[in-house]
């Protein structure tokens, strides 16, 4: 069981397909405009340190839809840890709502957050790691394959934080996972050697683009130069040209495999608009499918059991001796 949402690597196998089950209800749902509100009268605060399209009308229209009231923090307002240190913040959202989604650069804030907060807490990005996004991605890459078993996903590009969460996805779910990135733009070491001590399929780095592709499945890519690092685009766009995903490289990549990015993209950097608006791009599929898998983690983490608390405090009164935090 897993309380907060930080890390795919906190959850085990079947906590992952349990999701991605729920997000497959959800979606039927929506589509069949079926209410349903499992978090009626509940709320949930949301910190963007970092710019959002996707993740904040994602999780703005879920926790509507599930019946709760979303509120945007207004970052200038609350700037963590400069005005008010990220503990107390926590501290006190924890009186008021009851989820907090976080977006900052640091990882330790949102993992902060988490260790001061008796509600759950959703880590919406940081710099280390993008779990809401993997388990979208997971949610189409499934639609499309039908099943995880024995698919390799190729990673072309930066080694950042959507790498990371794919490789701890690959850490939990039976699938092949390459990276292929310019030498030094490789995965964090203790994700990377957690992969490979936890994986059943088969997880690798490596500098040739040939050889991570070859035989995939899926081929992935993302921003060079990811929110915070743009003073280095230019320099970045000249070491990662190598690695765009042209209709060459999709080439390389079995038949019917399919295109992924998890957006925003910079149209012919990393990818050519031919092959982003071409018929194995999935990407809108990926978004989409933002809202139904983040309604299915909002829905696991805040919804009240029987003794009328969500399982996170559910868990730390119970670990209290059954007395009040
Ligand atoms: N993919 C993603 O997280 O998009 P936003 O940065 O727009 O939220
Ligand atoms: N790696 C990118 C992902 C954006 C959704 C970034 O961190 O900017």
Redo the contacts with the bound molecule.
Sequence with gaps: MFYDFINLADLDEDDIYELLELADGLKKMHRESRVYQPLEGQSLAMIFE?P?L??RVSFEVGIFELGGLGIVLDYGQIKLGERESVPDVARNLDRWVDGIVARTFSHDAVVQLASNASIPVINA?T?KL?PC?VLADAQALREHKGDFNGLKVAFVG?G???CASWMNFAARIPIDFALACPPGFEVDEDIYEFARREAEGEVFVTNDLEEAVDGADAVYT??WA????EEEQAERAAVFRPYQITKDVMAMAKKDAVFMH???AKREQEVTSEVMDGPQSIVFDQSENRLHTQKAVMATLMERREDGLCPKLSHHQRGQGGESA
């Excluded at 990811?226 to 690092?229: A, F, K, L, N, W």
């Design positions: 970092k959002s996707r993740t990005l710099d993008h996004q930066d950042n934080n959507v993302d921003v990811s929110m915070g690092q998890c957006l925003p």
